[in-house]
């Protein structure tokens, strides 16, 4: 077997003692160890992340000040600005890129990539990947993927401008737009190999759960962060081949002359030859990916907010089961309602009814989570840790933009509310700050098994604070814009009557938007900081958890454990089982009769 | 210059919070780890609850003065139901959203570290984790069952006395057609679109001749229109918020929408008490450099008022026949041709 191999190649590398020659190279840059891998997409992410923000500050300060003059960021971004106003094709560039940074990756590749590469061996008892050359090789498609992003943006013709969305025809014709020149074209050659390098992530996820976990360590007793990313990878497998597809037959379109996506198309005075096309398909094909997508971006903060908020309170996760099967009801359900991103484009009724009630059935099983990580807070112990109050605002955050969802799934309230700025509230809250909150827990919490040293709390707490009242000062207003009627993708709402009237709200929106992106900051320099010169890690446990990744050595080389693997007894989540002895009992403590006994009552 | 300095400023209060945070950790290490946890509970908790009354406090304050001032009056008759089904989901998930918030403030408050305290072992509960997957999927089919029941009137087939006007979407503006006398929309075939004729309309059909173009949309009061909604180049989306309609223009497939309006400019002048207030067109779909900016006035005014405008219009076949004919000066004969099949 391929993962038994793999298993004695990472164990004989031990056995050499750990110390066969490691250059920097080999280490920190070629590094086939999964941790490293991990640490790689945080950084990578983190960058994009800090590049993503500050697209939508410069583009927030367009919204606020309209009419004003910025000679100063005409001076940094010469190429954006037009006689000190931004101008519409960069505020569409810039739009477009957000979206797509954010989304793609930062929240998919980076998140995912992350956690999944750390945690999964780490917490099943694997000394890696069950493919460490593939998983190398994810990352570096990854970034061979950024650099050719990042090249799009110093284009004379303007980056990729027809959202992240990249709806044709308006992404295919250069006559519609100049960012659909070579702008797009080096978008779809990104977006090529980010989906090839998802793709190899994710096999590799897959396998490396259901084939490497270590000896007791069944299904049902992983940590719901291992079950979070084996779905994330599960649905990731299923729906970036659509994208692909989507994205082959637009490249045709736009080099070869091809008519998927295009039909009677009159442009510029000319009417081209197109003819047959549907540009509807497109949408069709970019939301089958497109919806599962929002939960392979939520999914992996779910898992982590689950199994913090179980940490820190001191009690077991609430509903195990429950969790799993919300997981997988949504894994299903995710891939029934991609077309309630379209309920407007002409489709027939009966099939957008159709969509609209899958589409809030899926409400359901994220509202049983959202209650069953209510009830494991419940009269549990809760040590307020960093990571716990980003878990605990991650849930405020899932809440909030969760309902909101319920008003989009129907269809009815729908013809009002889409692609206005309600969409924009709903999305930003349920996924983009609860996303960035799950990524956040989890760095704080895991950082002394990345680092072997601690963050700094006080900055950490500023950090969340900030971010946690800033980011609902950004978010809900866009509600209110939403509900009067307000458009999203408008470079200047002073034109019309209906638009004009909300300049405050998008003032305190601007102006929060600013706050908050220079409060990450906080969070760079505490990271940076602290992995350098943080306090110490002394104990192998710090926080007192369950899972196998604080069995290992503080700092665990290639490989993770010294000796042979652990062996796994019981489920993760025993906190305060019993009135005597320490809260907390580790996987590898054998079971006990008080154990038996424990079980046999809580079944009655 | 100016942007130096911000800089420089930002960078010094990083310092200065990240010096505060160094202190802070160096005190707090050296006492015993439980207290310390016990400490930082208490306090973070106090601030984790006293952030979430601020954030009710505001929540509860602008959705009480932005609710009624922001919403434009619905102007439609289905409007007013979507209006009604907004507040439903609104008081629903309003109350789903305060009970939960509140809970988990509370229980991140009160049950916040206490060194002598256990907290309780309580893995699962089965009949409870039954009852909340069934009660939120009944509530949320009421909710669906509510909607689609509107939805499907909605999308039904528009009455035949409405009035047929056609949308086209292009970069960056509308062009507006209407029935004429008829009330039917003459022909289009794409391959006969050229600068003068872009919408590429067939004037050998009939009823294209009484068809006019108009710089504005005028529709009478409680009358139902049908607008038939395309585009000539990328996708754009036909937008009347105050009509709660919206319908995506696409090049290449024709959609619809129908709706009748329930008030007029004037009064809607008075409601809005802006006297310089107008109904408009807007595009909802990026569309380009210009998506912002795609305005048609529209104007809503009584039976009479849209009967003398509609007398005033000239048939856009007709303004323009010299030049039609230029081209073809066959055309004339082709249209009684056409017409009457039964002479060739
Ligand atoms: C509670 C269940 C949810 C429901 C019923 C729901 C429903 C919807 C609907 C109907 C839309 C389309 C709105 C429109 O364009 O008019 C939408 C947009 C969106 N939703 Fe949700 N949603 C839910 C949860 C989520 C979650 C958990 C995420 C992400 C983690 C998410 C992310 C998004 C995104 C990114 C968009 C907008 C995409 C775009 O147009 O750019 N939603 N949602
Ligand atoms: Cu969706
Ligand atoms: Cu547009």
Known sequence: ?604 | MQILLIILAFVLVLVVILQVGKVVELVSVMRDEDERTEDTSNSVGFLFLLSGIILGVFIAYTTYTEYGKFLPVPASEHGVWIQDLVDITLYITGIVFIITNVLLFYFAYKYRYKRNRKALYYPYNNRIEILWTVIPTLVLTIIIGLGLNKWFKIFSAAPTEAIQIEVTGKQFAWVVRYGGKDNELGKRDFTLSTVENELGVRWKDKQSKDDFLSDEIVIPVNTPVHVNIGALDVIHSFYLPEFRVMMDAVPGIPTKFWFRPTITTEQMREIKKNPEFDYELACNQLCGTGHWNMKKTVKVVTEAEYKAWFAEQKSYYKQNIAKIQGEDASLDNDVIAEANPSKN
């Open chain 1, 1 to 604: 077997m391929v993962t038994s191999a793999t298993g004695e190649h990472a164990l004989s590398m031990i056995g050499a003692g750990g110390h066969h020659k490691e250059t920097f190279i080999t280490k920190y840059i070629f590094s086939t160890d999964h941790k490293m891998i991990g640490k790689q997409f945080l950084f990578t992410g983190m960058a994009w992340a800090v590049i993503g923000g500050l697209f939508s500050v410069l583009f927030r300060v367009q919204l606020a000040w309209p009419d004003e003059t910025f000679p100063f960021l005409e001076q940094i971004f010469s190429n954006w600005f037009d006689e000190g106003h931004m101008t519409p094709e960069a505020y569409y560039a810039l739009v477009t890129m957000h979206g797509t940074i954010m989304v793609f990756f930062v929240l998919t590749a980076s998140l995912s990539g992350t956690f999944a590469n750390f945690l999964i061996p780490l917490q099943i008892g694997a000394r890696d990947m069950a493919s460490p050359i593939m998983n190398a090789l994810s990352y570096w498609l990854f970034v061979l993927s950024s650099l050719i992003m990042l090249a799009s943006i110093f284009l004379p013709t303007g980056m990729a401008s027809a959202g992240w969305t990249i709806y044709p025809p308006l992404s295919i014709l250069p006559q519609a737009s100049s960012g659909s020149g070579m702008g797009m074209t080096l978008w779809l050659v990104s977006m090529v190999f980010f989906i090839a390098s998802q793709l190899l992530a994710g096999i590799n996820y897959i396998s490396t759960v259901l084939n490497l976990r270590t000896k007791g360590m069944l299904m049902t007793r992983m940590p719901l962060t291992v079950w979070a990313l084996f779905f994330t990878a599960v649905v990731g497998l299923l729906s970036f081949p659509v994208l692909f597809s989507a994205a082959v037959l637009l490249v045709f379109d736009k080099g070869l002359g091809t008519s998927f996506y295009l039909s009677d198309i009159f442009i510029g005075g000319k009417a081209l030859g197109y003819s047959g096309g549907n540009a509807i398909l497109f949408q069709h094909l970019f939301w089958f990916l497109g919806h599962p997508e929002v939960y392979i971006v939520i999914l992996p903060a779910m898992g982590i907010v689950s199994e913090i908020l179980s940490i820190s309170s001191r009690k077991p996760v609430f509903g195990y089961k429950a969790m799993i099967l919300s997981l997988l009801g949504i894994v299903v359900l995710s891939f029934l309602v991609w077309a309630h991103h379209m309920f407007v484009t002409g489709m027939n009724p009966f099939l957008g009814s159709v969509f609209a009630l899958f589409t809030l059935l899926i409400a359901v099983p994220s509202s049983v989570k959202v209650f069953n990580w209510l009830t494991t807070i419940w009269r549990g112990n809760i040590k307020m840790t960093v990571a716990a109050v980003f878990s605990l605002g991650f849930v405020s955050m899932f809440i909030s933009g969760g309902l909101t969802g319920i008003w989009l799934g129907n269809a009815t309230v729908d013809i009002q509310l889409h692609d206005t700025y309600f969409v924009i509230g709903h999305f930003h809250l349920v996924m983009g700050v609860a996303a960035f909150f799950g990524m956040f827990a989890g760095i704080y919490h895991w950082f002394p098994k990345m680092f072997g040293r601690f963050m700094n709390e006080t900055l950490g707490y500023i950090h969340f604070f900030i971010t946690f009242i800033g980011g609902y000062l950004i978010f809900w207003p866009m509600h209110y814009l939403g509900m009067s009627g307000v458009p999203r993708r408008y470079y200047d709402f002073n034109e019309f009557h209906a638009f004009n009237e909300y300049h405050d709200m998008n003032l305190l929106i601007s102006v929060s938007a600013i706050v908050v992106f220079a409060a990450q900051f906080i969070f760079v320099i505490n990271f940076f900081y602290s992995m350098k010169k943080g306090r110490k890690s002394t104990e192998l446990n710090p926080w007192k958890a369950n899972t196998l990744e604080w069995t290992t050595p503080i700092e665990p080389g290639h490989g993770n454990w010294l000796g042979e693997l652990p062996t796994v007894y019981r489920w993760p989540y025993d906190y305060s089982k019993f009135e005597e002895g320490p809260d907390f009992i580790p996987q590898t403590v054998p079971l006990t009769e008080a154990d038996i006994e424990s079980d046999k009552r809580l079944l009655h």
